[in-house]
């Protein structure tokens, strides 16, 4: 599969600029021969929390429908970041991640589980209560987890021994801890020998004085190699190209699914 995982400011606040500002992205990417298209967390809105509920999307609408039809318009699919989401309960915000295939049908859904302290999210938002689970895009099984969500490693677990090869991690991760993104994305594909694509966004977002955010979006090899990373700052694509053979090959030559000694693990 060819990815392409966008890098680009989310405008706060401003639900119709972001839809817009999506669009453009597009438009500058070239996604000939593209098949995977990612975009950042909270892609909607950023993190105006204070006024999530106005900006929340109704069952992923008006979202959806636009990334559907960017899917069939570049025939690629995509993995579309989160957004502020209300489900059945519309006292409920949740932060909804969901990925359409290339006929633009929605194939996941998936609402973050760690709320983020750091960021009031428990103040504001609802925690997704369903496990995360597999995917599959043009053959290959993939998951995806949210931002925080990179912080524990028995959600990537999980999703390796459901047999994904591919984990996208979407992201607004903030400068303040920059140096634990930067690791964290390496140790995932390390320790799980899968690759990860991650997409954040950058700069200060938010009123004066927002919160700044690290950039830095990479796509991770099974053996832990830089594939392709954005600067810290400026919009900009990364790039890369994942093969399922390159995984089994890893695995094989350092065979740490073989050697796992499940019956010790007591806290499983
Ligand atoms: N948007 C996020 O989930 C940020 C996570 C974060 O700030 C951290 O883990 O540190």
């Known amino acids: 599969m060819n990815i392409k ?21 597009f438009e500058r990417a070239e996604l000939k021969e593209t098949d995977v298209v990612v975009l950042p967390e909270m892609w909607t ?18 979202a959806k429908s636009m990334i559907s039809e960017l899917a069939q318009e570049y025939d690629v699919n995509i993995v ?13 915000v ?59 490693p028995e959600l990537f677990r999980d999703l390796a021994l459901k047999g994904a090869t591919s984990i996208f991690v979407v992201a607004e991760w903030p400068m303040a801890r920059k140096a634990h993104w930067e690791v964290l994305i390496k140790a995932r594909a390390i320790e799980n020998q899968c690759y990860l694509i991650a997409s954040n966004t950058y700069g200060e977002i ?40 390159e995984v089994a090959r890893i695995r094989e030559e350092v065979p740490i699914f073989d050697s796992r000694k499940r019956e010790m693990y007591h806290f499983l």
């Open 206 to 245: 938010g009123e004066i004085g927002g919160q700044e955010f690290a950039g830095r979006s990479m796509i991770i090899d099974p053996f832990g190699k830089v594939i392709d990373e954005t600067a810290d700052h400026g919009d900009g694509v990364v790039t890369g190209r994942l093969d399922g053979n």
């Open 94 to 152: 949740y932060n909804t991640a969901f990925v359409v295939d290339r006929k633009g049908t929605l194939v996941y859904e998936y609402s973050k589980m760690h709320l983020v302290p750091m960021l009031n999210e428990p103040e504001y938002l609802a925690g997704g209560q369903d496990k995360v689970e597999t995917f599959t895009l043009d053959g290959n099984t993939c998951g995806v987890v949210i931002c925080y969500d990179l912080r524990f």
């Open 5 to 25: 995982a966008l890098q680009y400011q989310v405008a706060f606040g401003d639900v119709k600029e972001n839809l817009t500002k999506v669009r453009k992205q």
């Open 45 to 62: 809105s950023g993190y105006d929390l204070e006024n999530i509920r106005i900006h929340a999307c109704q069952d992923l609408e008006p």
């Open 80 to 92: 579309a970041g989160s957004v502020a989401n209300v489900k059945e309960d519309p006292d409920e």
